[in-house]
Every structure is written in C-alpha cells, then in structure tokens.
C-alpha cells in the first residue's frame, strides 16, 4: 500500500491556514444522496448548480471517482470504515450497520475523535443514526431523531411531503407519497434546508470551541421522493431538459443486470417509457439538485464569514451515482457507469485547483484525509489508497482499476474499460465489458469479442486477486 511521504504531509499542513492555536486542518465533510457527476462543472450545461461548480473551479475535482457499490448503506459503510464491501458476506443490504458487520473496524469520526478531532454528524451520513452513533463527539443530529425505519417513506410519518395535493397520490401498498413534489415553501420547510440551518449553527460554535472539527453533513435529496420548492422546479423549462439518448436495454446486457424499482414503491409513477414521464422525472431529479446545491452554498457563505475557509478541507460527493433514463433504468443498484461514477469535489485551501483523470473510489477517501489532516492511518485495518499526491501532481497515477460489487456480481473498471463478471458455485455464469472509449454510455457489452478477450482476462485476474485478499 503507498504511504504518502513526511515531507508530502507537511507541505500540505504548511499549505493550510491553520490558527496558531490549532495543530491540525478542519475538515467538512458533505455527503450528497444519489448524486451523480450530473453537475455543471462535469460538463452538464442543463443543470443549474452554480455553487458546486464555483467550489470545483477552487478544487481539485475527480473525473474518475467510483463508489464502491451502489446502495447507501453499504456505500457508507464502507468509506466510513474504510473496508471494501466484498458483498455478500459484508455490507450486503441497504440497512447496512457497519458496526455490526465489521465490529473490528475503527470508524472514521472515531479515529479523528481519538486523534483531536470533536466530530459531529448532521443529517444522513451513516445510514442508520444509531449506527456507530458513539464514534462522534456529540449525538449525531437529524431532522427525525428516531432515525428512519424499513417503511421510512410511508405518507408523511416523517413529513416528507409538504403540499396537500400530495395527499391525493399514494402509493396503494406501499402507502408512500408521489415520487415528486413542488411545493411553494421556504428552503427550510423540507429536511435539507433544516439540515443546512443546523450546520451553520454547528459551525459558530465550533469556531469559538477553537478546537479542530470534523463535521459531517448529509443531504437527503436528490433521493426520491424528488421533493424540493418551488423556485427550484422554476429554474426548469421542462420542455427543454435534455433526456437520455439511449432509454434502452443495452446490447447483450446480462439477465443479471436487473432495472432498478425502487421508484416503483412511490405513488404517480406511471409507464416510464413515456417522454412525459421521463421529463418529469428528470426535472424532479434536477430540481433536487439544484436546491441542495443552494444548501451547500449557506453552509460555504458561513464558512467563509466566520473565517474558516483557509483552515478547512472541504470534501463534496455522493455517495453513488443514480440513471436517468439511460439503459431504460431509473434508479441506482446496477454495475453499470451511471450507478457507480460519483463526482468528488476536494477543496485543500493552499493547494493548486483543477481536475485530475486519476481512479479513485470511495474507499481511499478514509487514508486520504487521514494523510490531509496529517494524523496517522489505523494499521492493518484500511483497504483504500491515499490519493494524497494528486494535490501536488493531478497526473499522479493512483491505482490501476477500482472495483464495484453489487450482489453477487464483481466490478473492475480501469482508465478505459469497465469488466463485470457473476459467479455461482465458484463458476463464472455471466460477464460483461465496456471500451468507455468506444462506447462511453455502455450500449453495447462487448464481452463475447475476441478483440476484448485480454483485458476481459487481465481485469477478471484482477478482481481475483481482490477477492483473496479480502
């Protein structure tokens, strides 16, 4: 495994405007929900997310970042212990509680709480509130403190849905909401925006303790149900939102490759192969976006007002990607790209901005702000790669492929091509792979090519040798 080298870690420490009375960098962590790299500053010129691209130009933004698989709880799990999932046997379902599947492991918020660090969590960050819930220097904080249970979305028990109209939309079994709302209210009548008030609180009073933070913030939306003001459904001329080129069934795509029905459980939902389906959708989906990209814009201005700017890391991402039409899907839990690439937004105050091809996964991001901070790394414990170096050189090679696992399938993807392989009993029952050259939106599974063969058999041996490492 690379260590980042003493001299790395102090130019870095050095970098940062950290108080004299303070030894180590703040670090705000912001975790988005569902969010793929559908941002402005990844070359989405539709979307309107002036705040993430503002923060991007002053960055380093990651081209290649990949969750690890694509469900939240499991997600999260593994970034916050630094531990892949290597599903089935850990991680496997999305109510996932690291502290139950991996006791062993120290959590991330605990390691910088037992290195100086007062940690707090606010919003969704792990999955379940009460999982390792002692690991944060203060109870961790959301807008319902009994956390959400198995039938969280059932109408309005969390009061998810502000209009009166909605009402008249209920799903018949599940007994949840419409999938959608727009509601003509404040920012802080829906979960997000209390999460961003609470934040901002947050931030005054840890200014005055004087102390180092690690303050995570999780944004529920753009989860379903795609929830948000009005004014932010207004920023859209629906007609005019761009919808996905290929809503359909990629090539040879394996029976393995399930559609994703998840926003099945929610009420309005109707055939979504319909243009007008699909544009509402997408609309909810951006509108979602945009309201937690205005969020994060209170919680920078108070950053930046109280000072803090020039001493914080500030790190955005979500925590897996989300289809929009693409491949006919609408949701997440799939190998395919639009599931498993994340943007990933790092701001190191003193070092260069810019964009970086580097692979990275969600799992390096424990050894990377543990070397950013410059406290040490849990031993034998992290499976990650710091990607510390990239901040000085954004051409520094981090690894040659990162890996993705959902269900019982197995996910290789390197700087061009994605190999996904299923295995039942110890054999090999379905595969799949993508030249991202070729083909960037994954039409066509091109694994039954002779062209193919050696880098289907060079990324298949590498997701071997994951797996017995594991």
């Known amino acids: 495994m690379y260590k980042t080298s003493l001299p790395l870690l102090i130019s870095f420490i050095t970098a940062i405007g950290v108080p004299a009375n303070q030894s180590k960098p703040n670090v705000l962590m912001i975790i988005v929900d569902d969010l793929r790299p559908e941002l402005g500053c990844y070359g ?45 046997e850990r991680f496997s379902h999305a109510f996932t509680y690291a502290q139950k599947d991996a006791p062993e492991a120290i ?20 999955h379940n509130i009460d999982d390792h819930a002692s690991a944060w220097s203060e109870d ?34 599940t007994m949840r909401g419409p999938f ?14 209390k999460v961003a008030l609470k934040t901002i609180s947050d931030l005054r009073r840890l200014k005055e303790s004087g102390d180092p933070f690690f303050l995570a913030c999780g944004f529920w939306r753009p989860h379903l149900p795609f929830n948000a003001p009005k004014k932010y459904w207004d920023l859209y001329n629906r007609e005019e939102i761009p919808l996905a080129d290929n809503n359909y069934r990629s090539e040879n795509l394996p029976s393995q490759v399930r559609t994703p029905t998840e926003i099945n459980a929610y009420g309005g939902v ?30 920078l201005s108070e950053l930046k007002a109280l000072s803090l700017e020039e001493s914080t890391i500030v790190i ?9 039409g693409e491949n006919s899907f609408w949701g997440k839990h799939t190998l ?30 424990y050894p990377t702000l543990c070397d950013l901070a410059g406290i040490p790394q849990p031993q034998d414990q992290l499976q990650g790669r710091s990607f510390a170096p990239v901040f000085s050189d954004s051409r520094f090679k981090t690894k040659d492929a990162v890996f993705v696992q959902w269900g019982n399938g197995d996910n290789a993807i390197n700087s ?55």
């Open 44 to 88: 989405v010129d539709a979307i309107q997310t002036p705040v993430m691209d503002s923060l991007a130009g002053q960055s380093l933004m990651f081209r290649n970042a990949f969750c690890n698989t694509p469900v939240s709880g499991a997600s999260r799990a593994s970034m916050l212990t630094g531990l892949y999932p290597k599903l089935p």
């Open 107 to 126: 959590p991330m918020p605990q390691w910088f709480k037992d290195h100086g660090y007062h940690t707090v969590s606010n919003g969704k960050v792990f």
């Open 140 to 173: 961790p904080w959301r807008v319902n403190m009994e956390g959400y249970e198995s039938h969280w979305a059932v109408y309005n028990k969390w009061e998810l849905w502000m209009s009166d109209v909605s009402a008249r939309t209920i799903h018949p079994k």
């Open 180 to 193: 959608y709302e727009s509601a003509d209210l404040p920012d802080s009548a829906y979960q997000d925006g």
């Open 270 to 299: 109707y055939d979504k192969s319909e243009e007008a389906f699909q544009r509402v959708a997408k609309h909810g989906y951006y509108a979602c976006v945009s309201y937690v990209d205005a969020q994060i814009g209170k919680v």
């Open 316 to 324: 955005i991402f979500g925590d897996h990607g989300w289809h929009l």
């Open 336 to 365: 395919m790209r639009r599931s498993t690439q994340i943007p990933l937004i790092i701001h190191v105050p003193g070092t260069n901005s810019g964009e970086t091809l580097s692979l990275v996964e969600l799992v390096d991001l």
């Open 416 to 470: 061009r091509y994605s190999y996904a392989k299923w295995m039942k009993d110890g054999v090999v029952e379905a595969e799949m792979l993508f030249d991202h050259k070729m083909d960037p939106d994954e039409n066509h599974n091109m694994v039954k090519s002779s062209v193919y063969k050696p880098m289907k058999n060079y990324l298949s041996g590498m997701i071997d040798y994951l797996r017995s490492k594991l």
